[in-house]
């Protein structure tokens, strides 16, 4: 089992950056995508990017390629999201995930068995 943590949260003008960390605790199996989902107030959970914790394959939702980076380190357990050019429809509450069956829906929140509790990210304008 594992239990994903976030970190590197904050509030930051549009344009700006933020770096943001998952701390993996426990064992990440090999068949796991470790993921990003964000959810902005009244709306649903969406997707924003996945990373093979084996092989790293990566995905990105349309609305962050070119501008957000997933990147993993599995001595330490860690999934990093490097968040560029930001924009106030970031703003949300970011996830981080990990699961066993990313690779048939990896945009699905249901493809993921393990969440962390979140990190707000504020773009202000």
């Known amino acids: 089992q594992v239990q994903p943590a976030e970190s590197g949260g904050g509030l930051v003008q549009a344009g700006g950056s933020l770096r943001l960390f998952c701390s993996a605790s426990?064992?990440?199996?090999?068949?796991?995508?470790m993921g990003w989902f964000r959810q902005a107030p009244g709306n649903e959970r969406e997707f924003v990017a996945t990373?093979?914790?084996?092989?790293?394959?990566?995905r990105y939702a349309d609305s962050v390629k070119g501008r957000f980076t997933i990147s993993r380190d599995n001595a330490k357990n860690t999934v990093y999201l490097q968040m560029n050019s930001l924009k106030p429809e970031d703003t949300a509450v970011y996830y981080c995930?990990?699961?066993?069956?990313?690779?048939?829906?990896?945009?699905?929140?249901?493809?993921?068995?393990?969440w962390g509790q979140g990190t707000q990210v504020t773009v202000s304008s």
């Open positions: 995930a990990g699961g066993a069956s990313w690779r048939r829906d990896y945009v699905n929140t249901r493809a993921y068995s393990y």
């Open positions: 990373i093979s914790w084996s092989d790293g394959i990566i």
């Open positions: 426990g064992r990440v199996c090999a068949s796991y995508g």
